[in-house]
């Protein structure tokens, strides 16, 4: 299932997101302005957003093709169980359109000016709090995915479920912080969304079924 999702993303499909997230820091300065301090100080909140909105972008690819042509009733008559199965889907995902923001983050970081430092903050933060977004996102997807249109659904029914990760996701990205306490948070969420996420997408797609 891994190497399948990995394959038909290969077409090209997963790099929207990646445009997209160019797109988001690209044409935040022309609303900012010109002020560099300013631009660094917002920056990491910029890329989090960002990746966040990037990541929403593909939810629609997640579940909602095999549901058109029959996948997912192969899933439900696998021997394997359907949580592994939708946890392999949420892995390739987060491979396909998560890890390509983290990579990127610090080269569009410096287009907003924020420093080396925070830079690669951000990038930790990223690789780990975009997990649980993703996790989140095959929730939503596996609630919508028998509706039309429902790619346009699930962000919004996973928004709310998300801004825990964004706020302590931001707050990782400080620079100024000694601690580490809302990287640990961040870490507990991703695990928490990692553990019950691919559960409750399964549940889903069984109700679905039935």
Known sequence: MLMRDLALASGGSAGLGLV???????????????????????????LWLGALLATLLGLDRLLQADHEDGGLDLMY????????????????????????LVIAA??????????????????????????ALACL?????????????????????????????????VAACDATRDDFAPLGVLGGLALGYAVLGPVAA?????????
Do not use: N, Q, Y
Not at 109 to 114: K, N, Q, R, S, T
Not at 202 to 210: E, M, N, P, Q
């Open 137 to 169: 996102g095959a929730v939503g997807a596996a609630l919508t995915v028998g509706l039309r249109r429902g790619g346009l659904l699930a962000p919004v029914l996973i928004l709310p479920l998300a801004i825990p990760v964004l706020i302590f996701g």
């Open 20 to 46: 997209f997230f160019l797109l988001v820091v690209t044409l935040t300065p022309f609303a900012v302005g010109p002020d560099l301090a300013l631009l660094a100080r917002i920056g990491p909140a910029i």
């Open 202 to 210: 399964a549940g889903a797609l069984k109700l679905l079924r039935d």
């Open 77 to 100: 008559l696998a021997s394997a169980p359907l949580e592994l199965m939708v946890g392999a889907k949420i892995l390739a995902h987060w491979l396909t359109t998560c890890l390509p």
């Open 106 to 131: 610090p080269l569009f970081g410096a287009m907003l000016d924020v420093g080396p430092t925070t830079s690669l903050r951000v990038a930790l933060a990223l690789l780990i709090g975009t997990p």
